[in-house]
């Protein structure tokens, strides 16, 4: 249960950092300095990751806002059984389209980095990605910064 919480609070974060333009920026901010100082890339390899991340970032934020302008009908509607059996059926199948998407979307650009990259350092990559979410989330809780 706590992990399923845990995986329903990261696929929902960075819809909600979006609507927050100036805590997202800043979040944002925040995060490069966390990969620039886990990563330690060569000035050869940021030539090559920084773009690829930039790429990823954007279909990612892209992927996040259709799937938000998606729910919106559906928030209004706090209650489940307020909609119809056909409506919930498509809640559900929609969502399970967007987590299919955003999996397609981390695949294809594992691959691009590890054609491009040592694979250490895309392994560092995806290490500094949970160190960042694990971060964000203390801070957000008034928790340990590690």
């Known amino acids: 249960m706590k992990n399923l919480l845990f995986v329903a609070l990261m696929f929902l974060l960075p819809t909600t950092l979006l609507a927050q333009r100036p805590k997202g920026e800043e979040i944002e ?3 490069i300095a966390f990969f620039t100082q886990k990563l330690d890339l060569s000035p050869e390899e ?3 990751f920084w773009p690829i991340y930039n790429d990823m970032q954007t279909e990612q934020n892209a992927l996040r806002k259709e799937r ?3 729910m919106i009908s559906y928030r209004k509607t706090t209650e489940i059984d307020n909609l119809s059996d056909a409506q919930v059926q498509s809640l559900i199948t929609s969502e399970f389209d967007f987590k299919q998407r955003d999996l397609n ?3 294809k650009y594992y691959n691009r980095l590890k054609s491009s990259l040592p694979i250490k350092v895309v392994g560092k990559f ?3 990605q949970e160190g960042f979410k694990r971060e964000l989330l203390n801070r957000f809780k008034g928790g340990p910064k590690n």
């Open 105 to 107: 979307l981390d695949k």
């Open 46 to 48: 940021a030539k090559v």
């Open 29 to 31: 901010s925040l995060k």
């Open 126 to 128: 995806y290490r500094a």
């Open 68 to 70: 938000m302008q998606k």
